[in-house]
């Protein structure tokens, strides 16, 4: 093929947020000639919109807390089905995460004795969120971005190019994975700029792609979320797991309607504000479920003491996880006590001085000012749920972040599936990000000392297939646009497949999918391959077609409500789906949906919580096999 | 509540584009990007533009509005009017790739010229102290989106490309003055700034923080602390002040001077003494030199807005006076905007608005020598 560029790497990273920065920040530490891939510039990847903050056990507010604490909830906020060596993982290592980056130059907000300060964040039961106003991922990717800068710096004293060992291609869009027989040997993709193609050849390729929100109608996530490394995976023979789990936060904007979905953080309810019906009532009160009834607050006057004495007070229910709120809001809402533009308000003016306010949340101040002209120091916001996370993605093993089937595959953050279970905590991602990133770096370094010099190698043909069907939207017949059948998507996965399920509008779903499907494969576009964003979603439609077909399945198989999934046929949680997790695999474009056994949770670890409360989560069977006493 | 509006956005690759109109439905609340992104759906699928958070949070979708460097997915249509075109071109400092996307390249080449932060050896993970207050200065630099508007907006680098290699651009004087503030950091940084990243060419126009969406006091608290700084460390202090003084003021005259020079002739068209077209180089010129000192020309709205009136492109000379008003701070600058504004509407033949103008501009500088071509009609309440 004449326009082919191509390089040579030992890993190659796809996607430059929090998971893949830190992930190439490790391969390159460990002497891998790293390459890292973003579709967007460098710097501007999904983390940077994160906000409130990142979970880490530091205990530097409350001394109390520590890793079993910080893992204890963790499962709990995912209802018991996270992967427990992820949870386990994740929680012991954020602190040194955290840490890490203060010696790369972030600068936390700190407490009165210097040390970072931590804030309280829903599901949490300690102050635990190490933040920087409400712009915490902005200070995560651009240390980060920084240190890769400074790794550069070194290389160019070193070998006097900055790029020898680690190289940012930008405004790349991978498409493909390319293997050798069973093993990974690169990928395929092409530059937005040029259009032209480009292949590297790379025995190691982690993904780092982050969500799928862009599925759905009203979401807080940018284009950029379509789902491709979940459809990476796929395609190369990896699996996904938790598919049915989608986060709804709670608090999206919800008018004007062009900024319908906009993020409102969470710290708006951890430092203080509260949510109100159109009577002025804080119905939250009215929605605390049994499984967490001893851990909140009874009345209005104890969820208002907490704030300064959370060691005698239990905390508010606002604080409850994200889906517990996202379906009383809706509730709310559709007893007809929502706020005019359909949503509930979240009031903080009332609560917190002015100055205040700005301070402590400079961005949300600005957001509502400039995007839809409402002063939140002296004004309700209306807020309402807004697609957000996917807790599903590619199966891993927790230890490298190898792709379970797919060797030389690897996977960290949003993309990877498994750690948040059914419902992730706020302030667990950013953390996420950081702990697996670092460890699918060291498992994409390792498996490079382990394969020696018997490296695969990428097959001409595959690479002019890939090539082939890149081209294949400028050879449509001319009848379907990409908007449209974007568009129809977002509507079909927002209102049958969205917060609150049914089996026969989710058969529907699956049979317009279908539909789409075909449709799609009839996408025309105009213009020629120059930076022509006509012709990149046409690309990212398939995946994201792929991807949300897992979703719709995996969602009409799981019968029984449990974190973010909830089925109006099943309303309640039942003990015997915790014991299953959902795989979807494709073939060709076939996808299947398989149960397979949860992994089982050593006792160690289980001792970690009251029998009352697994009472809550577990079956008899798996009651009675535990140990005596213990837990 | 919606309704139809007219934009022209610049089309092309590298510097052979230009303005293509669109006609295209505008709704309650929406913002530059979104209309964009319906003129993308609808009209030109293959429209080339940056954005990613559509939450001024990363920084991708600048553009220039209406000649104004913004951020477009924050710049809310409401803040113009229904019959105004609005005009929406690449950044101009930065080549174009094609339509509003730009190679911004250069920022990313000038950030791996700043050392990185340098911890004291030694210092463990978790052992870090610093107090709020110590951290705040940096803080607020760290609050870059990396938007380079600021970059863009700079006269040292906007209209000359040779001074692209030896000039970092405010982005990295903040990066700089971030480090230096760093309670941790050990390396030196001020002397650098001065004589690495080109500091001494900032004549502290002030545009940059102007534009920043993010409220960076660019100016007032990185570089200006800098450069006296520098001075404390690298020269005799009082012969440092004298050098930082004179280079600001040098400017300042040179852009007065030019500016004075194109006003005055187009006011002397005004008074009906000279034809336009004989002295339409002549302006032109004198703007040209202005411009080149005085960056995006936010202090050359004024002028442009004559111009643009003396030249018969009202629409334009209506934004250009609008910006004015909106960028001008002193009463005499605002009643000028004014008088051109009502030049504008009496030209449209709106006497209502003419009325309206005349009365702002006499209330804001009553004697304004303008106002007297006005006098003699009834324009008068
Ligand atoms: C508004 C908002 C606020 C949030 N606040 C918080 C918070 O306070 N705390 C918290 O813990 N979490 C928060 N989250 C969640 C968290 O930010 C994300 O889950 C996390 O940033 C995902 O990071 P990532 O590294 O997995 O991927 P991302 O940062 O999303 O990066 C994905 C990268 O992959 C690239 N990519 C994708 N597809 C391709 C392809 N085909 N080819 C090449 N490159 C590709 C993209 O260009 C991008 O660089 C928030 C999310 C949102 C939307
Ligand atoms: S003050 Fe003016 S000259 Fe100095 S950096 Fe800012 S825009 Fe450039
Ligand atoms: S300093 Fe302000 S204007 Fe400059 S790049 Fe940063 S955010 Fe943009
Ligand atoms: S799209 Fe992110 S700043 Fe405008």
């Known amino acids: 093929m004449t326009d082919l560029e191509r390089h040579s790497y030992d890993v190659v990273v796809i996607g430059a947020g929090g998971a893949g920065l830190r992930a190439a920040i490790e391969a390159r530490r460990q002497g891998k000639r790293t390459a890292i891939i973003c579709k967007s510039l460098f710097g501007k990847a999904h983390t940077v919109m994160a906000e409130g903050g990142i979970a880490a056990s530091m205990g530097n507010v409350n001394s109390k807390d520590s890793w079993q604490v910080h893992f204890r909830d963790t499962m709990r906020g995912g209802k018991f089905l996270n992967h427990w060596r992820m949870a386990e993982l994740h929680a012991k290592e954020a602190p040194q995460r955290v840490w890490e980056l203060e010696t790369w130059g972030a600068l936390f907000e700190r407490t009165p004795d210097g040390r970072i300060s931590q804030r309280n964040f829903g599901g949490h039961e300690y102050p635990r969120l190490a933040h920087v106003g409400d712009r915490t991922g902005l200070e995560l990717i651009r240390t980060l971005q920084q240190k890769i800068v400074s790794l550069q710096q070194e290389d160019e004293q070193e070998f006097g190019d900055p790029e020898a060992r680690l190289r940012v291609f930008a405004e790349c869009t991978m498409t493909e994975i390319l293997k050798d027989g069973e093993r990974v040997a690169g990928a395929f993709g092409y530059w937005r700029e040029s259009g032209r193609f480009v292949v590297f050849d790379a025995p190691a390729v982690v993904l780092a792609t982050g969500g799928i929100g862009k599925s759905f109608k009203v979401t807080s996530n940018s284009w950029e979320y379509t789902g491709d490394g979940h459809a990476l995976a796929l395609k190369a023979g990896g699996s996904l797991v938790n598919m049915e789990f989608i986060q709804f936060h709670p608090t999206g904007m919800v008018w004007p309607p062009s900024v319908k979905g906009i993020l409102v953080t969470e710290s708006v309810r951890g430092d203080g504000g509260v949510l109100k019906n159109a009577g002025g009532q804080r119905f939250m009160f009215d929605y605390v479920p049994d499984v967490f009834r001893t851990k909140y607050a009874n009345d209005e006057a104890e969820g208002d003491r907490w704030y300064t004495d959370p060691d005698n007070n239990r905390r508010p229910p606002e604080l409850l996880p994200r889906d517990e709120v996202a379906r009383a809001i809706i509730s709310e809402v559709k007893a007809g006590r929502g706020s005019p533009h359909g949503g509930v308000f979240l009031d903080v003016a009332s609560r917190l001085p002015a100055e205040t306010i700005r301070k402590k949340l400079p961005s949300m101040y600005h957001q509502f000012k400039e995007l839809a002209g409402v002063d939140i120091t002296t004004e309700a916001m209306e807020v309402g749920p807004t697609c957000h996370y996917v807790m599903g993605g590619v199966e891993v093993e927790p230890d490298t972040g190898a792709a379970v089937g797919v060797p030389g595959l690897f996977a960290a953050g949003e993309v990877a599936g498994g750690m948040h279970g059914s419902n992730r905590l706020g302030g667990n991602s950013l953390s996420d990000l950081l702990v697996f990133g670092r460890r699918a770096g060291a498992g994409a370094a390792g498996y490079l000392d382990q394969l020696g010099s018997d490296r695969p190698g990428v097959g001409g043909s595959d690479i002019d297939r890939a090539a082939d069907e890149a081209v294949a939207p400028f050879a449509g017949d001319g009848t379907e646009n990409p908007y449209t059948i974007h568009t129809e998507l977002q509507m079909t996965m927002n209102d049958m497949v969205g917060i609150i399920r049914r089996r026969e509008e989710m058969e529907d779903a699956l049979e317009q999918l279908a539909a789409l499907k075909s449709r799609a494969a009839g996408v025309t576009v105009e213009g020629h391959r120059q930076f022509n964003p006509g012709w990149h979603l046409a690309l990212d439609l398939e995946n994201m077609l792929l991807v949300s077909e897992c979703v719709a399945r995996a969602a009409l198989m799981r019968e029984e409500s449990r974190g973010g999934h909830t089925r109006e046929d099943y309303p309640l949680m039942d003990a015997g789906w915790r014991q299953v997790n959902l795989i979807c695999r494709a073939e060709g474009d076939q996808v299947s949906v398989d149960k397979q056994p949860l992994p089982i949770m050593p006792t160690e670890l289980l001792e970690l919580f009251d029998r009352d409360e697994l009472d809550k989560y577990m079956n008899e069977d798996e009651l009675t096999a535990l140990p005596e006493g213990g837990a | ?381």
């Open chain 2, 1 to 381: 509540m919606g309704y139809n509006a007219k934009f022209r956005v610049w089309r092309g690759m590298n510097e052979d584009g230009e303005l293509h109109d669109f006609e295209v439905d505008v709704n309650e609340g929406e913002v530059v990007l979104d209309v964009i992104h319906r003129i993308q759906a609808t009209q030109a699928q293959d429209l080339a533009v940056r954005w990613n958070c559509k939450a001024g949070k990363c920084g991708s979708c600048s553009a220039e509005i209406n000649g104004r460097p913004r951020l477009m997915c924050m710049t809310r249509m409401n803040t113009f009017d229904e019959s105004e075109t609005v005009t929406v071109t690449p950044l101009r400092a930065f080549p174009v790739i094609r339509d509003l996307v730009t190679d911004v390249s250069f920022n990313y080449q000038k950030a791996r010229e700043v050392p990185s932060f340098t911890p004291p050896p030694g210092l463990k993970p978790g052992e870090y102290r610093m107090q709020q207050i110590d951290v705040e200065r940096s803080q607020e630099f760290r609050k870059c989106i990396e938007c380079f508007l600021c970059q863009d907006t700079c006269h040292v680098i906007r209209d000359h490309e040779e001074n692209k290699p030896v000039f970092a651009g405010p982005r990295f004087f903040i990066r700089i003055a971030e480090l230096d503030m760093h309670p941790l950091d050990t390396l030196e940084r001020k002397r650098s700034a001065q004589e690495e990243h080109g500091l001494g060419y900032c004549n502290i126009t002030k545009c940059c923080t102007e534009v920043c969406p993010e409220g960076i006091h660019i100016t007032d608290n990185a570089i200006i602390p800098m450069k006296e700084r520098v001075v404390d460390t690298k020269y005799d202090p009082a012969f440092g002040l004298f050098r930082v003084l004179r280079a600001r003021s040098k400017s300042k005259v040179v852009m007065n001077e030019q500016a004075e020079r194109a006003w005055s002739l187009l006011r002397s068209v005004e008074d009906g003494d000279v034809e336009y077209a004989t002295v339409a180089d002549q302006v032109a010129d004198a703007m040209q030199q202005a411009k080149a000192v005085a960056s995006t020309g936010t202090v050359l709205a004024r002028l442009e807005a004559l111009d643009h009136v003396e030249a018969g492109r009202l629409d334009q000379a209506a934004e250009e006076a609008r910006v004015s008003l909106s960028w001008h701070r002193s009463a005499q600058e605002r009643s000028d905007a004014w008088v051109t504004l009502a030049r504008v509407y009496d030209s449209q033949e709106r006497a209502t608005a003419t009325v309206e103008a005349v009365e702002n501009a006499r209330r804001f500088w009553p004697d304004n020598p303008r106002l007297r071509q006005f006098a003699g009609e009834d324009h008068h309440p």
